[in-house]
């Protein structure tokens, strides 16, 4: 097996329990407990940047929407798309330059069919492309759901068109749009898990492929209303000696088997095949001998957060790594406060669970109800559902084809672990709240002092993306970038680390956008550089520039670079910005301040004393800005605008800018002009009310501006004023200063608070009867059940009787059953069945709800309240 990797002993096995004992509950309680403070929440993003700030290439088609499959070839530095009823190849440089298209629409009589079904003509009855793989270098292998009749073709590269095939694509690709599908191509075979019939609620995971295809068996402990989320091989290790196979591994979500519960609980599954697994003789014909299920554990034990709706995988696997990771991205299954985390974990943990761990089983108890409990008994060899290695091999088991019944009988009825895979170190690489995650990808990066990071790319389901790194425990958030300037998910997410060519493609039903993995160059000076703590970003003495280190040939002397944020390296000298304006008695001025940092405080001083902004006088505009109100002569001086920011306990200030204030001397009583106050550079043009300065707007003051590189596009505030004595403003209050989908919000309210409190306390005295009733609860509760229990329990269809239904569907090659997949279902059986711990019936009584009741959060946010101004003066004064 994986002996080149190590791993450690089951050391999550004392966590893991617990954790697994109290899931139903804990996943109830998961709202109530995020309000407690003992969560370290991933900080805001430092920098967020606009659409426009940044300027990302888009693709979008006019009349082409859903954008959901991406497939790049490094090779051909083409980006192929697959969107509703198209398939485009855009240049993977600037994807704003398409190369092909080729359309894939659906005929008028299909879809009337379809239509005749009761779907919908305009958004359900066409075709989705949901594969797209590559068969061989000339040919992509592209299915779609064809109005409910999915069908794959090959696409001929050159020239870029169908080739006609028409292949049945039941099983690779589901009849519904809307619903989840998986699929990978591993050496000119097709693994996908997906739905096979019209009603989607036969799943499979099946193997395509004219000399072995497989599936899985039609039972509910392989698959119960699974999710599918991810797919991918895992090549077995170069070094192994064992003979291993390589591996696909599948992560889904299905309704648990092992947990009661009241509603359908979602449990994160990680399963896997062997790529040389033939299915069985007799038992397990045509079904994988190989699949085996476990559960992904994604939680902080020690706040009971539980995440267990897996969003999004991806493996960062190279020859550069000892071993694979996957890095999976969850949210709690009630999450109206927007959590999400991302669990790491080692290919050798999982592996560990199948290879060495304990399986599940299913007993019926109490006349008719199932229960899952963990086999502590003889298991069968060669190990169910093992791929076959050299130790296989040497006791003459050269095929799944020539393992014994037992073996394969035994994999049929245990394909559940009960060992479940625990992240690294046992808790989220991260916990972000305020923000639903939806795709990641990862890329691994060396600093300049040959630090590796493992950056990640996490989407969000309001079209942005942010990039974040774990320094020394905690988690920095480089940026945020809005990558489409609608709120909607980001659905697909591509990296591409080709040498020199570093971009993150984002799939949207809307369109595509493409970001390079880091905007360097809109750092300015030496300090915003280093402080962006960017492994990708260093300060370059010789340019002066902040530079792309992958785009850094040659020496790399002379590059600053401080993931630390240790600034001490850099050139003191910081220029900052300046202006100079004019004012006359009674008005009003904003003084702007160039500042990206969402991590840094800004601090203005008027003759070297710090301006207190919450008076009368001052008042701060978006955490940066200052306005001056009823400004006289005293006002006049010169204000700084600092900056401090403090990393690792470090605190960075320097001067961003400073601006002159003079009265005017001269008062023209002349008819009042257009504008006042100019500097040059508009990030510091002030807006300066209620007084005009004739000739000002023509004039070129006396200015030196040193602008640090960023553009920061401000709107012109500058409303003329025609008649300027009385100064009237008026203040519209904006909450927010970046646009609402980047924004993180800061929720508190109490009403809302105690709605919820008294909501979980209402649902968990349910749960208590429940479990009371159900006799799942010690003696206490005995004499409250018997009071309560009027009636007999209604009895349950038995477990083992729904298995004996469930029809056996094989997969024939070529000619898959064309009954529309409208045979229906067996009645599932989801009555939960629980996990009778065969340890202890430790009970999630007391001990754990008072702990969660207790301390309640104290503290209240301030709704954190941003305003911008907006001026007119309208006062005909006449003046
Ligand atoms: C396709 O895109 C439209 C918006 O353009 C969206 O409303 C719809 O839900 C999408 N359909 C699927 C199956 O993703
Ligand atoms: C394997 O099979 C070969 C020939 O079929 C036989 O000679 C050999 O003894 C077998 N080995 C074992 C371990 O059963
Ligand atoms: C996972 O792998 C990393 C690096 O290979 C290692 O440091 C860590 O200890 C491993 N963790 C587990 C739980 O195996
Ligand atoms: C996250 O998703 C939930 C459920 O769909 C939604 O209620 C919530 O508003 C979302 N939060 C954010 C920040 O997008």
Redesign the pocket.
Known sequence: MLSSWSWPQSTEQSLALPVKMYLPISGLLVTLVVLRTTVAFAPVPRITWEQREVGLVHFHEPGVSNYSTLLLSEHRDTLYVGAREAVFAVNAHNIAEKQHEVYWKVSEDKKAKCAEKGKSKQTECLNYIRVLQPLDPQTLYVCGTNAFQPTCDHLSLAPFTFLGKNEDGKGRCPFDPAQSYTSIMVDGELYSGTSYNFLGSEPIISRHSSQSPLRTEYAIPWLNEPSFIFADVIRRNPNDTEGEDDKVYFFFMEVSVEYEFIFKLMIPRVARVCKGDQGGLRTLQKKWTSFLKARLICSKPDSNLVFNMLQDVFVLQGPWLKEPVFYAIF?PQL????LSAVCVYNLSTVEEVFSRGKYMQSTTVEQSHTKWVRYNGAVPRPRPGACINSQARAANFTSSLNLPDKTLQFVKDHPLMDDSVTPTSSKPQLIAR???YTQIVVDRVQALDGTIYDVMFIS???GALHKAINLEHSVHVIEETQLFEGLEPVQTLLLSSKEGKRFVYAGSNSGLAQAPVAFCGKHGTCIDCVLARDPYCAWSRHSATCVALYQEHGSRRGLIQSMSGDVSACPDRVKESYGQHFFKRGGTVELKCPQKSNLAQVIWMFQNSVVKADSLKYMLLGRKSLLIFNLSEGDSGVYQCLSEETVKNKTVSQVLAKHVLEKMVSHTPAAPTQLFTQTNDSRLAPRVLAETMPGASSQSPDLQVTAPGAVVTSPSHLVPTSTPCQPKIVINTIPQVHSENTMY?KYSDNRLLMFLFLFFFVLFLCLFSYNCYKDYLPGHCLKFRSIMLLGKKKPKSDFSDCEQNVKETLVDPGSFSQQNGEQPKPALDTGYETEQDTITSKLPTDREDSQRIDDFPTKDEPFDVKCELKYADSDADGD
């Open positions: 949210i999450n109206n406060v927007g305020d923000v639903n969000t389901d309001r919000l």
